[in-house]
């Protein structure tokens, strides 16, 4: 026998309640460690959480609460918090950290009392456990590249005067951290090229003759195997000017001296100088040659390699300026011819 069931009419349906949902905070702080640029402590202010996991952007993962985490090399990482509630709900917190290589390592650079001989050091921003250095001596008679190595601290390293080398020096620490840096290098120490950054340029002389193929910009387009030439009487000075974006500081410069005609159309006295408004100068370096770029060589018995060739100045005390120039008085007879001019920070 099938029983009957009745519902009321009035009946209502009961009502389920929302399910409690709980989402966890994720919050941290970072302090980087003073005495060591790769270390870097968490202190973890997350809320409302039952577990957390740690990304540190290099492929590592912690649970710990409080971490304290140890870069191996420089680099951009991102920094992530993630937290979970009891309902599964999830959290994260996204920080980026830049290690700069250059804010871990810096090497320093000072003449011996050898001609052109300098001693390296490094200031490191950790505790340096072992070290290794890559010099690349040029020949500038021939570009034939002679590599030295040495795993001391403070080495001691000649190069060929004129030349322009580079050096590469890799940094142990002693938690097992690296830090690697490549630089140019000359007999006045190292050098980093900033002409090609500049934002205006003016010459008071102009190769009308031939035009753009020997025009003032050849000084500073570098390449060296353009020059800037100007074949009738010279007017003097010629100045050159170059305007950059900020004031930056300028602690050396360098001449190509020309692929022909010997020393005759060298610059003999010159002026290198600095200004923050391009209307007043501080005068930064001057030069009187009794001998030209090229007749110079010669006489070192470097004659087949006269031309084409970097001469390096220091500026002895740098300051920031905004505007550089070249300001030329006089040349060897009345005609000018250089390759290059370069600037160096």
């Known amino acids: 026998m099938a029983a009957l069931v009745s519902c009321s009419k009035d009946a209502l349906p009961i009502a389920e309640e929302d399910p409690i949902i709980i989402n966890p905070i994720s919050d941290y702080t970072i302090t980087p460690?003073?005495?060591d640029g790769f270390t870097f402590r968490f202190k973890s202010l997350a809320k409302d959480y039952v577990k957390l996991e740690w990304r540190f952007g290099d492929d590592t993962l912690t649970t710990t609460q409080d971490p304290t985490h140890i870069y191996r090399t420089p680099g951009e990482f991102q920094v992530d918090m993630m937290t979970y509630s009891k309902t599964g709900n999830i959290s994260h917190k996204y920080v980026p950290i830049k290690i700069a290589a250059d804010s871990?390592?810096?090497?320093?650079?000072k003449k011996t009392e050898v001609p052109n001989?300098?001693?390296?050091?490094?200031n490191i921003k950790s505790k340096l456990k072992s070290i290794e250095w890559t010099f690349n001596a040029v020949d500038p008679a021939t570009s034939a590249v002679t590599t030295i190595r040495s795993t001391a601290f403070n080495p001691l390293q000649s190069f060929a005067f004129g030349s322009f080398n580079n050096f590469s020096v890799t940094a142990t620490t002693d938690k097992g951290s690296t830090v690697s840096l490549s630089k140019n290098i000359t007999t006045e120490g190292i050098a980093t090229d900033i002409t090609q950054s500049y934002v205006s340029y003016n010459s008071t002389n102009e190769n009308l003759v031939q035009g753009p193929n020997e025009g003032s910009l050849k000084l500073i387009d570098g390449n060296t195997t353009t020059k800037f030439g100007y074949y009738k009487a010279f007017e003097v000075p010629e100045t050159a000017t170059l305007g950059f974006p900020a004031p930056v500081a300028v602690k050396m410069y360098a001449i190509e001296n020309g692929n022909d005609n010997d020393s005759k159309r060298d610059p003999k006295?010159?002026?290198?100088?600095?200004?923050?408004?391009?209307?007043?100068?501080?005068?930064?370096?001057h030069q009187l040659l009794t001998i030209g770029f090229a007749d110079y060589l010669t006489s070192i018995g470097q004659a087949s390699t006269r031309y084409?060739?970097?001469?390096?100045?220091?500026?002895a005390a740098p300051k920031p300026y905004k505007f550089y120039r070249w300001r030329i008085i006089s040349t060897f007879t009345p005609s000018f011819q250089i390759m290059e001019f370069r600037l160096y920070k």
């Not at 001989?117 to 490094?122: D, E, K, N, T, W």
């Not at 084409?308 to 500026?315: G, H, M, T, V």
């Open 308 to 315: 084409s060739r970097f001469f390096y100045y220091p500026i």
């Open 104 to 109: 871990i390592l810096q090497v320093i650079t």
């Open 33 to 35: 460690d003073l005495a």
């Open 269 to 285: 006295e010159w002026y290198i100088e600095g200004s923050n408004d391009n209307s007043t100068w501080d005068v930064l370096d």
């Open 117 to 122: 001989q300098l001693a390296f050091s490094v």
